[in-house]
Each structure stands twice: as structure tokens, then as C-alpha cells.
């Protein structure tokens, strides 16, 4: 059975941290792009960050671009969204996925999809 499963994320003060881990199993994350993405309330969801499968490229949207960084260990099963210098707009649900090929603009069909972590940032 595929599965995708967030975690890391939480309430967290404007300027701080939070690391996100995506776990998958069901399927060999040696394959394939993991993509992250986020959906804020009334919003669309807009692709965040996406990293190939070896760990050798990653994007990310200009709006995140020097503040979250994404990295991989495939010998886990686990892709990681460090996430730093949070902003209250960056509050949304975020979700990992899984895609065969990689764009760089994280577009694509991603086939598998977590069920997403809530992240919230507030004072």
C-alpha cells in the first residue's frame, strides 16, 4: 500500500523553524521527484519546493527561494522540508507527492499524495 505521511509541522513564531518530514512506503523513493506543496485556507495550492530523485536538484517558488531547503535520504524513505525564517503568509496545510519526472517549476503529474501537516505561523 503507497503511502505518503507528513509530520513536523506545528504552531510556530514569525522568524522561526520548522523541519517537515515526508515518510513514504509502498513504493522505492529511489524513483522518484518529491515534491512539497501547500494549500492556505481560500487559496489555491501552489507547489512550494520539488527535488529529483537522487537528491542532485532541487526548485523552489521565488516566494520561499533562500528560506526553505529541501533534501532527501532515500536509504529512509524520507524527503525533508527545512523550513526557516517563517512568515505568517507561509501558514497553510502542506503536502508531500510523488512524481516520475521532475520540472522546474515543480509541474507534472504527481501521482501519490500525503494527507498533508498543518503549519501555522503567528505571534
Known amino acids: 500500500q503507497v503511502q505518503l505521511v507528513e509530520s513536523g509541522g506545528g504552531l510556530v513564531q514569525p522568524g522561526g523553524s520548522l523541519r517537515l518530514s515526508c515518510v513514504v512506503s509502498?513504493?522505492?523513493?529511489?524513483?522518484?521527484?518529491i515534491g512539497w506543496f501547500r494549500q492556505a485556507p481560500g487559496k489555491e495550492r501552489e507547489a512550494v519546493s520539488c527535488?529529483?530523485?537522487?537528491?542532485?536538484?532541487?526548485y523552489y517558488a521565488n516566494s520561499v527561494k533562500g528560506r526553505f531547503t529541501s533534501s532527501r535520504d532515500n536509504a529512509k524513505n524520507t524527503v525533508y522540508l527545512q523550513m526557516n525564517s517563517l512568515k505568517p503568509e507561509d501558514t497553510a496545510v502542506y503536502y508531500c507527492?510523488?512524481?516520475?519526472?521532475?520540472?522546474?517549476?515543480?509541474?507534472?503529474?504527481?501521482?501519490?499524495w500525503g494527507r498533508g501537516t498543518q503549519v501555522t505561523v503567528s505571534s
Open positions: 509502498g513504493f522505492s523513493l529511489n524513483y522518484y521527484v
Open positions: 527535488i529529483s530523485s537522487s537528491g542532485g536538484s532541487s
Open positions: 507527492a510523488a512524481s516520475s519526472r521532475l520540472y522546474n517549476d515543480c509541474g507534472g503529474e504527481y501521482i501519490y
